[in-house]
Every structure is written in C-alpha cells, then in structure tokens.
C-alpha cells in the first residue's frame, strides 16, 4: 500500500490523499509526493512539489476572518464565565485601591511637611 495525495486540477489546491495498492500509478489531479509537514492553507500542487503559506500569514488569516465572523454574528462570541468576570472586578478594585493608596501617602507626605514646617516656625518665634 502507498499513498496518493490529491489536488484540484483548477485551483491545483490539496484535497486530501488515499491508500492505493503498490502497483497503482496516479492519475491527473494526483500525486505520489507527500506535502511537506509545516504548510499551512491553501496548500497547493506547482507540478514538482507542494506549496503552502507559513504559520504566521496563516494565523493572521484566521484571525481576520474570525473577527469578521464575530462582527457579523455578535451572538457567537465567548462571553466571560462568572469567575472571568469576578477576577476582572477584583483587578479593578485592585487599581482603585492603589490608586486612592497613592493618594493618601501624598497626603500624609504633605501633612508631614506642613507640620515640620509649622514646628519649626513655632521654635524661631520662641
């Protein structure tokens, strides 16, 4: 048994690929040729080897159409579990919470200031 890998004889894109008996010889829209692991769609047959696009115009590719879906069927998009949405609350109540930290400490710096400042005012009246 070997394989056969099949193409489109239009477009010449990969269309899947069959178990043949050894002495099977591949027909037009056929190949003997394995396509390289690592290709990423569409995938297709130049006459001497396969061709196909990297992960990352892949990825990218994927990505837009993914978005597009959602823009157009905002019904299917993920929404948040409870705990995604408990989690979220809590960093924004962390934020919150350094903030008016930071603020305080201004105020104490400036209490503290204001008070050296008035201490040692009441030392040179003395």
């Not at 010889?25 to 569409?42: C, F, M, Q, R, S």
Request: no cysteine.
């Amino acid at each position: 048994m070997k394989a056969i890998y099949l193409y489109d004889t239009t477009s010449r894109e990969f269309q899947g690929s069959k178990l043949v008996d050894d002495d099977y010889v591949a027909a037009t829209g056929e190949t003997e040729i394995k396509p390289t692991d690592g290709l990423y769609e569409p995938i297709t047959w130049d006459g001497a080897k396969w061709n196909g696009t990297d992960q990352a115009v892949w990825q990218a590719a994927q990505q837009a159409k993914y978005k597009a879906y959602i823009k157009e069927h905002p019904e299917d998009a993920p929404q948040p579990t409870a705990e995604q949405q408990q989690l979220a609350e809590l960093i924004k109540n962390n934020a919150q919470q350094s903030t008016l930290n930071a603020q305080l400490i201004k105020q104490v710096a400036a209490l503290k200031e204001a008070s050296t400042t008035h201490t040692d005012t009441t030392q040179e009246v003395k």
